[in-house]
């Protein structure tokens, strides 16, 4: 079974600097893709940032950058230069392509980190 | 009109009442999901779509009822439902089901309240 750890309930990051957000996930599967989403108390969810299983760089995205350690099965965000619209709820997910039908993903979230941005 | 829309936003019914969700998205995706998403809980898969066709349901009680008329609309009809059914339910769709990994598009979600 797949699985998606995130250890932080919620962070607190001054403005203007970088916070990590941790997630770890768990599975035997050689390919998959990892996600971060963010979701505003609007309540729709945004993606921010993708990593594939096989990429060897590190994926970023503006101020967003994941650290990929694939032998440590960790995707850990990073946030640079914090701004206050950040303040968020923050999701790490994980994405297995199903064969079949087509070909669909099948998406597990993790539960989610509180960021707060400080002014 | 752009993205995933949702109606209601906002939903209340009885345990005996029938409602339904809609969701539509203007993206040309092939594939849409509803989730449901409950306090201090990760978010949670009910069903899968793609090209219309049912794809997965993961273990949703019969309660929950899904209709996808085509890839633009995506139902969750709802019927008899308990209090602990009280959640957001998101509806998302994506591209190119089969061609890669790529990342959804959610809609704003209805608050659903079960009474």
């Known amino acids: 079974a797949q699985k998606i750890t995130q250890t932080q309930p919620g962070m607190f990051v001054q403005e203007k600097e970088a916070v990590t957000l941790d997630c770890t996930y768990d599975?035997?599967?050689?390919?998959?893709?990892l996600f971060w989403y963010k979701q505003p108390s609007s309540g729709e969810m945004i993606f921010l940032i993708y990593?594939?299983?096989?990429?060897?760089q590190n994926a970023t995205e503006g101020r967003y950058s994941l650290n990929f350690q694939k032998a440590r099965k960790s995707a850990n965000l990073v946030i640079s230069a914090s701004q206050l619209g950040d303040s968020a709820m923050y999701f790490c997910?994980?994405?297995?392509?199903?064969?079949?039908?087509?070909?669909?993903?099948?998406?597990?979230f993790g539960t989610g980190t509180k960021l707060q941005v400080i002014p | 009109e752009t993205g995933v829309t949702q109606t209601p936003r906002h939903l209340v019914m009885g345990m005996t009442n029938k409602k339904s969700l809609k969701c539509e998205q203007h993206?040309?995706?092939?594939?849409m999901y509803w989730y449901k998403q409950s306090a201090k809980k990760p978010l949670e898969l009910m069903f899968v779509?793609?090209?219309?066709?049912?794809?997965e349901n993961n273990s949703v009680p019969s309660r929950f009822s899904p209709e996808c008329p085509n890839s633009s609309h995506l139902f969750l009809h709802l019927h008899t439902l308990q209090p602990e059914d009280s959640a957001l339910y998101l509806c998302?769709?994506?591209?190119?089901?089969?061609?890669?990994?790529?990342?959804?598009?959610f809609g704003p979600g209805t608050r659903l309240t079960v009474l």
């Open positions: 599975t035997s599967d050689q390919s998959y893709g």
């Open positions: 997910a994980m994405s297995f392509l199903k064969r079949g039908s087509g070909g669909y993903q099948k998406v597990t």
């Open positions: 990593q594939g299983s096989y990429d060897e």
């Open positions: 779509y793609n090209f219309k066709e049912q794809t």
């Open positions: 993206l040309g995706h092939n594939a």
């Open positions: 998302a769709s994506s591209p190119n089901e089969g061609a890669g990994y790529n990342e959804q598009f």
